[in-house]
């Protein structure tokens, strides 16, 4: 595709709810990147992929929090027993390398706007 | 932990006008700093890119400056215009090699350029 894409846009969740968040990256590219981002914050990481292998989750929150990306393409974000604190912007990058690291460009895709209620 | 502030949150200025938007960062040891622009409903969009070893870089009517001893980078923007209004954010790529790099953003500079 033409860019990075995501499904759902925006999702009203009610609390306790399982969400899954998807991300296309652009085709080929290796490294995938979530991030969160909360209102009036900047991003922050959650994960990193260099094809299926998920080789960093340090930024998850906690264990409620799950990524896969079983192919090395689709990445799903699985939010399990939504709580209000999770309501933010969900963003996923991906970019071209398998370095994952700021010689690469990350592109990013619109978000998913998540609202727990 | 790097701590990323921006200043001011937000700015509005008439178009035409140039502005210095301020970036600051706590942990000298950046390997990177990075400015992306953010729209409403979209995702970011990179502008500039500083390598820890330059001090600035420049792309059209964008200028970007970093100085590592202090702390600082600032993004100036030459006659601005409406269509420059958005959420500009800085951000420092930290790591130590392999899969460690991570972006920290700070929590950006909302601007509007009045026409």
């Known amino acids: 595709g033409a860019g990075v894409s995501q499904s759902p846009r925006y999702k009203v969740a009610k609390r306790g709810q399982d969400v899954a968040l998807r991300c296309d990256p652009i085709?080929?590219?290796?490294?995938l990147f979530w991030y969160q981002q909360a209102l009036g914050q900047g991003p922050e990481f959650l994960t990193y992929f260099q094809n299926e292998a998920q080789l960093d989750k340090s930024g998850l929150p906690s264990d409620r929090f799950f990524a896969e990306r079983p192919e090395g393409s689709v990445s799903t974000l699985k939010i399990q027993r939504t709580q209000q604190e999770d309501s933010a912007v969900y963003l996923c990058?991906?970019?071209?390398?398998?370095?994952?690291?700021?010689?690469?460009?990350?592109?990013f895709g619109p978000g998913t706007r998540l609202l727990v209620l | 932990k790097q701590e990323v502030t921006q200043i001011p949150a937000a700015l509005s200025v008439p178009e035409g006008e140039n502005l210095v938007l301020n970036c600051s960062f706590t942990d000298s040891a950046i390997y990177n700093l990075q400015w992306f622009r953010q729209d409403p409903g979209k995702g970011l969009t990179s502008l500039l890119l500083i390598q820890s070893s330059q001090r600035e870089q420049t792309s059209g009517r964008l200028n970007a400056s970093l100085d590592k001893s202090s702390g600082r980078s600032t993004l100036y923007i030459a006659a601005s215009q409406p269509g420059d209004s958005a959420t500009y954010l800085c951000?420092?790529?930290?790591?130590?090699?392999?899969?460690?790099?991570?972006?920290?953003f700070g929590k950006g500079t909302l601007l509007t350029v009045n026409p």
């Open positions: 085709s080929g590219h290796v490294s």
């Open positions: 951000a420092a790529w930290v790591g130590s090699g392999g899969s460690n790099y991570k972006l920290t």
């Open positions: 990058a991906s970019s071209l390398g398998t370095s994952g690291g700021p010689q690469e460009t990350q592109y």
